[in-house]
């Protein structure tokens, strides 16, 4: 009876946490601050920011070709295309602001 009962808080975790995931087809813009900070604006109105933990290879002064993501849902990276190749971005756990 324990363990169903620590199954089913471990569901609900799970499901209250999936709001902060969100469709790449979502995103309105993305943006980098100075203090490494990415933002996510969507179409809705809403943001998502998280802590960027590879501030080498993101491109904080916007100078890329191309965003691709793994999937269609945002997770934690990227992989950015530029003049010098590929690079991969990433991020910490965003939270909506």
Do not use: Q
Request: glycine share 6%.
């Amino acid at each position: 009876m324990f363990k169903l009962f620590i199954s089913a808080l471990l569901l609900v975790g799970f499901t209250a946490n999936a709001d902060h995931h969100f469709s790449k087809s979502e995103i309105k813009n993305i943006l980098f601050t100075d203090n490494n900070t990415i933002i996510f604006e969507l179409n809705n109105g809403d943001a998502f920011e998280g802590t960027v933990l590879t501030k080498r290879t993101c491109p904080i002064k916007r100078n890329y070709h191309k965003i691709y993501f793994t999937d269609d849902l945002v997770g934690n990276s990227f992989v950015i295309m530029d003049a010098s190749g590929l690079k991969t971005c990433k991020w910490g756990a965003l939270e909506k602001s």
